[in-house]
């Protein structure tokens, strides 16, 4: 990790608990921005933040999956088109601190 190319971020709800908790603070790498499939990244969704674990699709969508069981839709199917026009990938996730899951 370039340490010129990392920042930490607020998590807001817990749609990705018990991976990610409200309030806990997320280490983005913004160097890493070439989606692994699996892996938890922030993403710019329009004018949002999000955190969610995202799959490529073939048809260049993406799937953004919400580690709670709970959270629906718990998978968020996005067509391509809304991925060029939507979606930025700021970076992948590498490390959380805060208060939950310990």
Same mark, same amino acid.
């Given at each position: 990790?370039?340490?010129?190319?990392?920042?930490?971020?607020?998590?807001?709800?817990?749609?990705?608990?018990?991976?990610?908790? /409200?309030?806990?603070?997320?280490?983005? /790498?913004?160097?890493?921005?070439?989606?692994?499939?699996?892996?938890?990244?922030?993403?710019?969704?329009?004018?949002?933040?999000?955190?969610?674990?995202?799959?490529?699709?073939?048809?260049?969508?993406?799937?953004?999956?919400?580690?709670?069981?709970?959270?629906?839709?718990? /998978?968020?199917?996005?067509?391509?088109?809304?991925?060029?026009?939507?979606?930025?990938?700021?970076?992948?996730?590498?490390?959380?601190?805060?208060?939950?899951?310990?």
């Amino acid at each position: 990790m370039n340490p010129s190319r990392v920042r930490r971020f607020e998590v807001k709800g817990n749609s990705m608990s018990p991976t990610l908790f /409200d309030g806990d603070r997320a280490l983005v /790498d913004m160097g890493e921005t070439e989606i692994i499939d699996g892996r938890v990244y922030a993403i710019r969704y329009g004018d949002e933040l999000k955190m969610k674990r995202v799959y490529k699709r073939l048809d260049g969508g993406l799937i953004l999956h919400s580690d709670n069981p709970d959270h629906r839709p718990q /998978d968020e199917e996005l067509p391509a088109a809304l991925v060029q026009e939507q979606i930025a990938v700021i970076g992948r996730v590498r490390e959380r601190a805060g208060h939950g899951g310990l």
